[in-house]
Structure formats: C-alpha cells, structure tokens
C-alpha cells in the first residue's frame, strides 16, 4: 500500500460537511462524526425553520436538537482525538506558521521525528540531530512522506485522555465497564475489574463485528434486491403511464378523425341539397323568365300596331294578336318553387365516456373459478377473483370489470354481477340454448388470462326426468272415463282435466292430489286456464259450447259462439286471445277473449287434413295435423310458413302428433301418440330430443301441458293416467 493510499484511509478524519479536517470532532448516534461548528450550524438553520430535529447528512437518521443548541456533550471519538493533529499534514505536504515544539517558535514546519511525535521547523530539525539526546530519532520531512513511517503513525498506541495520565497508552480494555483505560486507570479507577489486553480483547470484538457485518451484508444485499424490485415496479409505472396516455391520445385522436370525417359526410351533404335546391330555383326562374319575356314581346308588338294606327294592319294581325294574347294568358303559370325547411338537429351531445383508473389489481394475475355445467334454463355463475401484481388477493373500489358471454349463434347473454367487495365478482347468467358458449372478460380494460373467448362454456339441454303418475279407469275422484285435455294454470299451478264420459272437469294440485270436480251438462273435451285463472272448456250437448267457470270451479255462463261448428281443440294466447282448430272446414280460427268474434281464420294451404291442437308463441301459430303427420307453422297474419316433422319413426318424424307446448326454454314439445313418445324441437324445427320408455310402453300421450314450475304433464287416454315429468 503506498502512502496516498494510507492516507486515504484516513479519511475517518474529513467532516462530512465541510470537507475539511475535523475540528472538535463529534459522534453522531450512527456512528458518524463531524466538527461540532458544523452541526451546531445545521442547528441552528433547523431552528430557524421551526424543526425540533436534524438529520445525519451521510445515513439520513434523525437526530433531536439539545436544549443548549449545542451538540458539545456528544461524545468524542478517541482516534479523531488523537490523530488529527498528526496525520494531516502529511496529506497537505507542509505545516503553515505553528508553534514548533523543539525552539517553541512559529515557524512552517516541515518534518517530524517518529520518537519524539512532534513537529518541528527547518531550523530545529538540523539542531535535532546534533543534540546527543536526540541524535539517533528518526525524523522525516513532511513533504516526502514514507509508507512505513505514515503507517507507524496512524497506527501509533492512543493516549489516556484522563487528567494526569496524558503519557499513557491505552493498553488494557475493562470487561466490566466496557472501556479502554491505561495502566493508571487500572489501579486507580478501575481496581479489581476484569481487565484485558487490548489486543486479545479487540480480537474477540473483531470476531463479533464481522458476524454482525456479515448480517448487515446479508441484509443490504436484501435491501438491494427491493431496491432493484421497487426500480423495476417504478419503471413499469412509468410505462403504464405513458401506454395509458398514448391510449388515450390515440382515442382522442380516433375520436377526432371520426368527427372529421362525420364532417365531411354532412358538408356533402349539404352541399348536394344546396346544389339540387338551387337547380330546382334556376329552372323556376328560367320557366318564369321566359314566360315574361313572351309577354312583354307580344305587348311590344300590340303597342307598334297601334301606334301606328293603320286599319289594314290591324284587321289583318288582330286575329293572330288575340289568338297569341289568349294563348298566353291562358297558359299554366308555374309557381313560385319554396325551399323545403332546413335546419341541423343533433339528437344526442357528444359525450366521451373516459376515465383514468389508479389501481393495485393486475389483471394478469386474475383468474376466473368456473362454475358446475351450465344446462338451458337454469342459473348458473362463475367468480372472478382479483389480485394485485404479488398475486394477494384483494379488493379495488375503482376496478371496472366487463363480462360478455355470447351464445352459439353469437348473440349477446344477460349477465349480472355481484361485487362482494373482497375481491370475489360473482357473475351469474341464465343461458336459453345449448352448445358452446364463449366468455370475454376484460378487467380494466385488459382481458384476463385466456380470455377473450378461451374460456369457454358448455350448455347441455335441459333434460326432462320421469317423476310419477296418477290416474286411473273410473267414476271416483281422481279417475277418469276417457281422458281428452289436460292444462295447467300459470297463476296457480293447479292442473284441470277434461274427464269426458264422467261429463266433468277435475282440478289437481301439481303433485297429483284432487282437489275439486265441476259436473258439466254436456261431455268437456278440451280445457284451458285464462291469465286470470278461470276455466274455459269446450263442451258437446246436443251442440258445441264455450263454457266459463271461476278458478274454484264455479259455473260464470255459456259461450253461445256461432263461429263453433266441429271444433278439436282449444287453446290461449298470453294476450288472451282464443284459438279454436275447426274439423269442418279444416280452419284454425282466432277469437277475441270470451269467442265474441272472429279475428283470423286460416287453413294449411295444399293439405285435406284438419288441423287438431294449435298454440301460437312468439309471433307465429304451432298447428298439428295428425292427418298428415307433421306439424305446420304460420306467422301472425295466418301466412304458412314451414313444415316440421314427416311420417315415420325415427327422430323428427311422427305418427299421429296431437298436443303441443312450448316450455320454458322455447322447446316445442310434441305428443307423437302412435310412436309413444314425446320429441323436443327448437321453434325453427331442429330435433333436439325425445321422452320415451317404460313409461309409454302400453301408453298414447295425446295432450300435455306445462305449470308455473316447469312439471311436464302428460295425458294418456289409453290407460286414464298423467305422466308427471320435472
């Protein structure tokens, strides 16, 4: 090690502050020290400025100001003491005007004797050597420093700085008070404590420093690794900044050229009504111009003839005169063309639906917790749970969460969303058909991992499950003679059956227990709950009549409608609309409520089949025609539209279909009587499934209907039962 070198390992000695040597130096609590001028300074400016505390310019602890305004009771570290006098002027390279300690005069000094440790003059140092006493010290100039001797001095013992013991190294460190002492100090101040020789007791301490400084390594490098984090988090703050600020100036600027380009779209506009406005004004004018041209040419010429007032002229032109006159006169006087009223209305003020959003979710760490299979009909959810950028789950008042599900055939899902405010969003939704659906979920305007359209869900159909069945042949409550009809009430869910030879109509409750018959003069073939939950029943006496009874069951009176010759069957709009099929004529008829009179009547175009159970749904008319095996479909006016179905046996085909309904989930359900067995179609045709088994094994589903909770009932009049399905 040279000396610059050495010296620079002494730079323990330099103020902080004012980057000078230290003078009265002073130990902060950190272990750092300064001129204690420089902190009293750095007090004083704090106190000025109302603060009751400084900070340590190096490590940036907070120290409190003393009372006194002074920092003189900090301690003073022993090293500083005692080496800078010694050590900076050989970092100077000379000594300005000092008292020398060898001819006590002030003189600069320029060397220093290693025995005596004291600078001397110029002309001290030749006298140095002559005196015997002295002759043999090792003296060296200060301007030509040596590393062994630099070294020797910065590493000279340290002396007791107690009252009369100044010549005394500081040779035994005390165990008990912890403290470095002198050979005096042991016998007079520290009697009878456990001393130890500096050296092995400082051997012992190094041991302890470099274990704590190797955990105080271990925990910069720590400390580092957040710093290098926290850099990094900075960084990518910054480029959020700026993406979402670019994004938001392309916006505006998109937004921009939108108006612009709106602008140019009107401007032409307007600019063809003006151009064809003005052509419309210039024919006008043209047509009025020339007319009045033709006038006054014709006065001008009538004027010249009279003025000049000669007989023969005037016999000989009058004839044409009045004839050119007449003609004129009597020709068709254009009108004044009027402009169209113009005016520039904009519905809507332009609104920009922007915000900035501060958040600590990172989308990229969100997922989404599917949910069971979805099923056509039912409620179904899933979660998306947020998190911040360390994957803590957590909950942001600002977060904007969008979801959008799309059907099969790419139609748009309702969903709703429930917050619950710990970072869980539930979203639920109800899909109305089967098949894949796509999920896009974007939170705060950035897609979730694997969205848009990964996540993906199945929708499977809605799957109706034989529960039991009631009825049987007879007289009593609860059975029948010849089962016809059968409808269920959307207001009360009871169920009504047309029991024809018993000549009445049975009321049950969804789980198949009686609860009233209604005696009828005539036999009930067909039934159907109105939106107010009283009856209307088809009834043949000695002719077909409309009878109306309460929701209990009570006669009300008797529909005498001309328009009922042989009717089949009866069914009701949900605007309360009748719908009577007609066997004579093979007419599908429309009344208004109560069969008062007659709206629509229509019949299958090309076909010699009565039509037997219509049903009308969503602006069009469902029409069996057992006949020709297939069910027909019309729209609102009557128009036929389509076929669906064929004679046969296998899947969209039928053998005699009779009653129809539409569930729910917008299924045609069809009863196909002679295939024992009910088909499921969507309202365009698609087969979608069927209901078959032991429990139509020896049975005919000739009608069936559909309560408020979704139980499929199932007349069979072969065996006087209902088949009951959820």
Known sequence: MDVQQ??????????????????????????????????????????????????????????????????????????????????????????????????????????????????????????????????????????????????????????????????????????????????????????????????????????????????????????????????????????????????MT??????????????????????????????????????????????????????SILARNMSTEILETNPVIIGRCEE????????????????????????????????KTDPSMCFMIEGHDSEIGKKSNFVVVTRDSEGLR?????????????????????????????????????????????LEIQLNGQPLTGSPFKFVVQVREHQYQFAFKFGSTGKRPGRFDWLCDIAASDKSGKIAVADYWNKRIQLFSSDGKCQREVRLDGYPFSVVFTDCGDLLTLVYESKHKLYLLSEKGEFIKIINDKHLKKPQHLSITSDGRLIITDALNNKVKVLCPYGNNLLLSFVAPDCDNHPDCAIYHQNKFYVSYPGAHCVKVFDKTGVYLHDIGCKGSNDGQFAYPLGLVIDKYNRLIVCDENNRRLQLFTLSGKFLSKLQGEYFNNSNPWYCAINSDNYLFVADYNNDSIHVFH
Do not use: W
């Open 6 to 247: 050495l010296l620079k390992t002494n730079k323990e000695m330099e103020c902080p502050l004012c980057l000078n040597t230290l003078k009265i130096p002073k130990r902060l609590p950190c272990h750092h020290s300064f001129c204690l001028g420089c902190l009293d300074k750095r007090a004083n400016q704090a106190r000025r400025q109302r603060q009751h505390e400084i900070k340590c310019p190096v490590c940036k602890i907070s120290l409190q100001i003393p009372e006194t305004d002074t920092f003189a009771n900090l301690p003073s570290p022993i090293i500083h003491v005692n080496r800078s006098v010694d050590v900076p002027p050989f970092e100077e390279g000379t000594v300005q005007s000092q008292k020398c300690c060898s001819c006590e005069k002030y003189n600069p000094l320029t060397s220093y004797c290693l025995i005596c440790q004291s600078f001397v003059c110029a002309s001290s140092f030749h006298s140095h050597h002559c005196f015997n006493a002295t002759r043999g010290h090792r003296n060296h100039l200060i301007d030509q420093p040596q590393n062994q001797d630099v070294k020797q001095l910065i590493e000279k013992p340290v002396m007791c700085s107690q009252q009369y013991h100044e010549d005394q190294p500081l040779e035994f460190y005390c165990e008990d008070c912890k403290v470095l002492v002198c050979h005096k100090c042991s016998v007079v101040s520290h009697n009878r404590h456990n001393m130890t020789d500096t050296q092995k007791a400082a051997e012992e301490q190094k041991l302890q420093m470099a274990e704590v400084v190797a955990k105080v390594k271990a925990e910069i490098l720590l400390y580092e690794d957040q710093i290098k984090k926290q850099t990094e988090l900075k960084n990518k703050n910054i480029a959020d900044i700026r993406n979402a600020e670019k994004k």
């Open 250 to 303: 392309d916006t505006v600027e998109e937004l921009i050229g939108d108006l612009r380009k709106h602008d140019k779209k009107m401007k032409d506009k307007f600019r063809d009504i003006y151009e064809a406005e003005q052509k419309q004004h210039a024919t006008r004018l043209e047509n009025l111009e020339l007319i009045n041209t033709q006038l006054k040419s014709c006065v001008e010429r009538v004027q």
């Open 328 to 359: 004129l006169l009597n020709g068709r006087k254009p009108d004044v063309y009027k402009s169209p009223y113009l005016n520039y209305l904009v519905e809507k003020r332009f609104d920009l639906l922007d915000q900035i959003l501060v958040t």
């Open 394 to 438: 957590g909950y942001q008042e600002d977060d904007q969460l969008k979801v959008d599900i799309l059907t099969p055939k790419g139609d748009h899902l309702k969903t709703e969303r429930k917050d619950s405010k710990d970072g869980n969003y539930s979203v639920t939704y109800t899909p109305h058909c089967a098949g894949q659906h796509r």
